[in-house]
């Protein structure tokens, strides 16, 4: 089953489905804004906010079981 998830890399979701957690759980699930150009000044916003989040390096994961 290892060498499995090596070969084709299982597990990469994983990760990208936990930095969007992440992501949620800081900024919300939704747009607070409700008119189209403030939501995509937000969303300018927001994209900002996770590239600094990302320029600070990658978490180190550690595995407890």
């Known amino acids: 089953m290892h060498a ?7 597990g990469k979701r994983a990760r990208v489905e ?11 699930p939704r747009l607070l804004t409700r008119r ?4 995509q000044r937000e969303g300018v916003i927001i994209a900002n906010l ?3 989040w990302n320029s600070f390096g990658k978490a180190v994961c550690v595995k407890t079981a």
Do not use: D, L, M
Not at 18 to 28: C, D, E, L, M, V
Not at 36 to 39: I, P, R, Y
């Open 4 to 10: 499995f998830r090596n070969k084709y890399g299982y």
């Open 36 to 39: 189209f150009e403030s939501q």
């Open 50 to 52: 996770v590239n600094r």
């Open 18 to 28: 936990a930095q969007i957690s992440r992501i949620k759980r800081r900024i919300g």
